[in-house]
Structure formats: C-alpha cells, structure tokens
C-alpha cells in the first residue's frame, strides 16, 4: 500500500538558568501517512515509537476534533498537541450503535465495559454482557451518566459528534476524560464508512486485521457493483416514510443515493447534488414515485401497520404489488437492530441484499442479511 511521507518539526525549548541563555533543541518526527482509498474524516500517521491518529472536522475545513498520539508503554514522550493514549484499548465506553459494528468486526467487544442504551443492542456480547452485569448501562446517548462512567474510569469514551456544540462531551473532557468523537456517518459514500475500521484497528492494534476485513468487503462490494450492470431490467426504487408532513428521500450524492446507483437501480434523484436527505412534500413524492417498483426502508412491520399511517400509501404501485421492505431481519425482542450496528463495516452484504430484492435474476437462490419484505 502506498505510503506519503511528511514531517513534523517540534522545537523544545530548555533555559539555561545559570546564565540566561536559551539553548534550542530541534528534534524531527518522520510520520508515514497510511493511504486511505474513501474515508475523508480521519487520518493515521505513523512514527517510530507512536502512531498519529486525527479526526477531522467535517463542517469547518481545516479543523480538528481530535488529535491522539498513540502509544503502547506509556514512558514514551509524544508531543503535548493532543492526548496521548496507550494502545490497545482495554477499557471502552461506547455511545451509538455503528460503534460496537467495527468494534466486534476487530472481535473486540469484550473491551466494552458501558455503553448507551446496551438494551436495545442487537450483539449477542453486549447483550450478554449487560445480562450478566459486566457491562455498564450509562443512560441515554443524549444525557449519559457521567458519575457512572468516572467510576468505570474507562480509557476512552466513544461519541457521535455533529455540526452543533455538545456540551455533553465539553463536560466528560472537563472531567479528564478521554473523549473520541466519531463522525464516519458524515462520510458520504457507504464504502468511505467502512474504511473507519483502520481507525479501529489502530486503537485495538490490530491494523492489519482491519485492512484484511476492508480489503475483503471493497472487493466484494466491486464485484457486485459488477454484477449489478449484467441486470436486464433496471427497476425503479422509492425510500424512507412521511413524518410530520415530510417525506424525507436520499439525495443523489448521499451514500443511499449512490448504493442505489452502485445497484443498477433508477432512482428519480440520481442526479441531484444533495449530500444529505431531501425534506419533500407527500405530493411531490407522490408525483415523482407513484409508479416506482419497490419501496424500501419502511419503518413498519406489515402493510396493515404501514397504512395505518397514512390512507394515501395504498395508492402506490409497490404497496398494490407488495413489493415493500424494511431492514429489520436482524432483530432482537427488545428492538435491537443489526443493521444498525454491522451494517456500517460491511456495505457489501448490504448491497448484496439489495441486488438480491431488485435483481433476483442475477442473484439466483441467495437470501438476505438485512433487508426483508413486510
């Protein structure tokens, strides 16, 4: 894998109080930058003695939210730029779902001592790690217990940043806590989230591993993107549910908006711009995807229940055909979902699903992961 090469140079600065003289000792660290192919948020550089983990700020460019200098004794000397963090991790709170996804990818999730809401997890560790009592429960992701996890004492506490100011990580770094904000679901292409398992694997050491699961995933996802273009037919696709008055579709440039095109599919807003979702109205929908093939991401159970929200759903062709699903086939009794949670690391099962609902010709006698019909 190819390398870039960069320098820093740290100047120390020692006085000589004896005859007050200042003498300048220049010391330079050469970092190897590892090659990321898709993800744009985080970067690994790695010197001698540490590696260089930053995390980049997806709304102001140039800004960071972190900067860790990871280290595996902890005599040694790192910068005093950012935090300096002893690897690999033993100890970890985490906040959200996609976390524990990469986490058990790398089979590290018996480092988990808390988490967010670990009742409503879909892995079988966690879940029985809380069970037992081994793992924490600290609140909800929005009001976390932070008395709780100062007695955990974790080595590192996991979050979802966003645009807006969180006071909630403010406080649990005013409290000397180790914070790493994490923001692979403001990538905006599904194989860019996946690659955030080299970011994993650095704090786990356990790189190489993270690069074999990477690797594999890319290389099945480009074989079915592949695949995908062999479809005789190019059926046409709608997303999502109305809530509160809108309709919320994938924008063109969204990471939906592109598995959408990676699967062969037409989708009305193929070529719009937005990054983000589309707020629209129903008639708007209603206009451009009453005759759509297949509705998928509905947050229903069965067709009953889905028109129990709005009467007006029954006029679209995939509700008059029955061609309608959701992600929900990986769930626990508790609402645990894992798609939310694997999802995230391996994109490939996920287009995979799909090419297996829109294009069952080309992926004869396959059944899903994620996806199933209402």
């Avoid at 930053?54 to 102001?60: D, V, Y």
């Avoid at 999730?109 to 409503?120: E, F, R």
């Avoid at 004492?153 to 645009?163: E, M, R």
């Amino acid at each position: 894998m190819p390398k870039k090469i960069y320098y820093i140079l740290l100047i120390c600065c020692f006085c000589a109080c004896s005859n007050n003289h200042k003498d300048t000792n220049q010391q330079t660290i050469l970092y190897q930058t590892d090659s990321l192919q898709y993800a744009q948020h985080f970067s690994i550089a790695r010197a001698s003695n540490h590696t260089l983990l930053t995390i980049h700020n997806p709304w102001h460019q140039g800004q960071i939210l972190g900067k860790y200098y990871l280290v595996q004794h902890d005599s040694i000397v790192t910068p005093n730029d950012g935090i300096k963090l002893l690897v690999p991790l033993q100890k970890i709170c985490i906040q959200s779902a996609p976390h524990i996804g990469y986490i058990d990818a790398l089979q590290q999730a018996d480092k988990v001592i808390g988490a967010c809401s670990p009742q409503l997890f879909y892995n079988p560790t966690i879940v029985e790690s809380y069970q037992k009592g081994h793992l924490a429960h600290l609140g909800d992701a929005y009001q976390m217990d932070l008395e709780k996890i100062t007695q955990l004492a974790p080595q590192a506490i996991f979050t979802t940043a966003y645009p807006q100011a969180d006071k909630q990580t403010e406080r649990l770094q005013s409290m000397n806590l180790t914070v790493i904000a994490t923001v692979e679901w403001a990538e905006n292409n599904l194989l860019a989230r996946a690659e955030w398992i080299k970011l994993w694997g650095a704090l786990f050491n356990c790189s190489i591993e993270a690069d074999r699961i990477f690797t594999a995933t890319l290389q099945h996802y480009q074989a079915l993107t592949q695949k995908a273009q062999t479809a005789q037919k190019q059926p046409s696709i709608m997303s999502g549910l109305p809530y509160k008055d809108t309709w919320y579709m994938p924008g063109g440039k969204s990471f939906m908006g592109q598995l959408f095109k990676d699967a062969n599919l037409s989708y009305y807003y193929s070529n719009n711009e937005q990054t983000s979702s589309l707020p629209l109205s129903f008639e708007t929908v209603w206009y451009h995807f009453n005759q759509a093939d297949i509705w998928i991401g509905i947050d229903a159970n069965n067709q009953q229940e889905l028109l129990l929200m709005d009467e007006r759903l029954h006029q679209f062709k995939a509700v008059k055909n029955n061609q309608l699903y959701h992600y929900r086939k990986r769930i626990t009794p508790q609402g645990g979902n894992d798609f939310w949670e694997s999802a995230v690391v391996y994109p490939d099962k996920l287009l995979q699903d799909l090419l297996i609902v829109t294009h069952p010709e080309v992926m004869p006698n396959d059944t899903t992961h994620y996806i199933a019909p209402l």
